[in-house]
């Protein structure tokens, strides 16, 4: 009887140790859910600020004349022209002012740009939108470098884009 006894303590001790362990594990479930959702709350706070800061509404400014240049490199030989009307993009009426005011330098370097464009690369989409990013990086320079605004154009659209 005494062999069974030690059985029966053995398997009642195993058992306890498996309840045990089972708890610990529970806890610790419940300790890391609490832990998760915490930071889960606190990171939605976090969100819910970034959220009330609502981005200004546009601001379109167009330039009224238009950009009439023939390529510095002929397709072909042939004499080639391109027009393109153009409007910019800001979020405030700062930087607005500043293309304004700055508007010579802006149509003087536009100008040099679409002069040194070649023809061929400008017939696909990709060299169009090379050329749009190319012009939104030239005046963002300029009012970079001549004006004390804080703040950039957010896009350069051609609202016209004629090549013959």
């Known amino acids: ?56 509404p546009p601001i379109y400014y167009a330039i009224e ?27 405030s009426q700062d930087v607005i002012d500043a293309v304004t005011l700055n508007l010579p330098a802006i149509q003087h370097e536009l100008n040099m740009l679409f002069f040194s464009q070649n023809y061929d690369e400008l017939q696909t989409v990709e060299g169009t939108k090379a050329l749009q990013q190319a012009s939104l990086n030239t005046i963002n320079e300029i009012l970079k470098n001549e004006s004390s605004v804080d703040g950039q154009l957010e896009a350069v659209y051609f609202t016209s884009f004629i090549m013959q």
């Open 1 to 56: 009887m005494a062999e069974e006894r030690e059985d029966i303590e053995i398997t009642e001790g195993k058992g306890g140790k498996k309840k045990l362990l089972i708890i610990i594990i529970a806890a610790l479930v419940l300790i890391g859910g609490g832990v998760a959702a915490f930071f889960m709350m606190s990171g939605s706070d976090e969100t819910e600020e970034a959220k009330v800061e609502v981005k200004q």
């Open 65 to 91: 004349e238009p950009f009439i240049v023939n390529f510095s490199e002929q397709s072909k030989g042939e004499v080639k022209y391109m027009q393109i009307k153009l409007k910019v993009k800001a979020r």
